[in-house]
Structures are given as C-alpha cells and as structure tokens.
C-alpha cells in the first residue's frame, strides 16, 4: 500500500471517530498562542499528537479568533511550513489549516493531504484548483464575515437551514472546480459567525446535516460558548469539550478537532463503543 493509499484510508475510515489534533503555530491563538510557535515546540507537540492517538495533525499559522488580524501571506509560510515537515513525519495524514492558495500550495507539496479552509474556498480563488490539482481532502467550513467581524451580531433565518444552503452552493463549486466529493468535507463552523445560543443549536441539530451525504468534522474544543455555558475561561473548558465532543459524535460527525487529543480520544473511543455497541480497538 502506498503511503498516499494509506492516508487517504485513514481518512476515510468509519470504523472510529477521527481525531484531528490542533497544531498552532501562532502567538495569539486564544487556547495556545505561542507555545508552539518554534519549529523544535512544533515539532515535539507533533510527536505527542500523534502518541496521544490523533489521526490527522492540523497545522495552522494564523489565528481565527474574534478579532484577530490576519498575517502576511510570507509570515504565514514562515510558520507553517517546518511545522508541516515535522507533522509530515510522523506519519500521519496532516491538514492545513488555511484560506491562501499558495500556502496550501506549499503545503501540500511538502506533503500534506488536506486543505482546511475556515472560507470555504472563498477566501482565494485560486484555492479550488489547487485542491484539486493536488487531489487533496479539503474541509469546507462556515463562516459568517470574517474573523474581524463574525462575531458582530450574527443573524439567520435558521442557522441549520441557512448554513445547507451555503454547503449546497460550495460544494457544487467544488465540482466545477474538479474537486471529487469523496475528498470533501464539511464544517458548520462552530463559534465562527454565531452567537452562543446557534451554536448550541448547532450542536442539537448536527445530524441534519447528514443528507448531504458528506463527513462533517466539527470543532468545539474550549470555544467561547463553552465558556458561557460554563463561566469558564480557556483553560478551565476540558470537561465542557468532552460533553460537545460526545455529543457530536452520538449526531454522526466523522471527525472532532480538538486540543487535548488523550482526553478526547478516550471520550470518542467510550462514545463510539456505546453508540455502536462494541468495544472498539486503537483505530
């Protein structure tokens, strides 16, 4: 089997939730910024990503929290790229975590497999095709605005009809632009453009999304609305993260985005093994 075979069955494989482990390579990143922003902190946290039982890495170099300012296109290379090389190497399909097509360019070329795109290709128009081109996986994600504005009173119609909508237009401009569907997913953009009560909704109604026939990856882990919820701040989210992540994986998401990748991994392993009524080993 070939190491392209092998990662494309790692991604698709439905016998286990797959966790995707967060890789910033940020200084303000509202969990993590900066500590891992070196390659060698990059590089370690990859290694322990991977021995606390992710399956997909996630490298991202620029912060989309609320308010955050974008990054040059030559710093967000300047980050990413030995994180990239150092993920790649342990083996793992590795995801990056952009909207420019020519970081993901180079990404990809270093020998990631997937395209993380909080625009939904919309961000840069040469995206698609270099997906494409690449016949990467790539997560299209919701996102109301931008990063300095999605949080400025978001409305909907219904935020489950209103973001199929968007899944529905996006995706069709993923085939034009010839991106097969077995290598798209999707993202309702939790925290991204809503306020805490439609992500809560989001959560309750996940499954909606499941007509559309794609894998929905979701990404909650010590979001704001946790923190509401809770009184909580950041670092005080864990439990908060396990009752979002059970609770996705009992609506069907294939895949959970997550900081803490030993806690969530034993949380997805007891869900799945419940939700499919047999113990399942280390997918």
């Known amino acids: 089997m070939s190491m392209n075979t092998a990662l494309t069955t790692v991604l698709q494989d439905t016998s286990s939730t797959r966790i995707m482990g967060i890789i910033n390579v940020t200084p303000d990143s509202f969990f993590d910024g900066g500590r891992y922003d070196s390659p060698g902190a990059a590089a370690t946290h990859a290694a ?132 097969t569907g077995e290598r798209i997913w999707l993202d309702p953009g939790f925290g991204f453009g809503k306020t805490a009560q439609q992500n809560l909704e989001l959560l309750r109604r996940l499954d909606e999304f499941k007509k559309l026939g794609f894998p929905l990856l979701i990404g909650t882990s010590n979001k704001s609305t946790i923190g509401a919820v809770l009184n909580a701040s950041p670092l005080e989210r864990a439990y908060g993260t396990a009752a979002t992540v059970a609770l996705a994986i009992s609506k069907g998401v294939h895949c959970v985005r997550v900081h803490d990748v030993k806690a969530m991994a034993q949380v997805a392993r007891m869900s799945d093994a419940a939700l499919r009524g047999r113990i399942i080993g280390n997918a």
């Open 48 to 179: 322990r990503l991977a021995s606390d039982g992710a399956h997909i890495l996630d490298v991202g170099g620029e912060s989309s929290r609320p308010g955050a300012a974008p990054v040059s296109p030559d710093e967000e290379l300047r980050r990413v790229m030995p994180a990239i090389e150092a993920a790649v190497a342990t083996g793992l399909p590795v995801s990056i975590d952009t909207y420019r097509a020519e970081t993901a360019r180079h990404a990809l070329a270093a020998g990631a497999v997937m395209v993380n795109d909080i625009t939904g290709l919309r961000g840069d128009d040469d995206m698609a095709g270099v997906v494409a081109e690449f016949n990467a996986f790539c997560v299209i994600m919701h996102m109301k605005g931008n990063p300095q504005t999605m949080q400025h009173n978001p409305e909907y119609k219904d935020v489950v009809g209103d973001i199929e909508a968007f899944f529905v237009e996006r995706i069709a401009c993923a085939h034009e632009r010839g991106i």
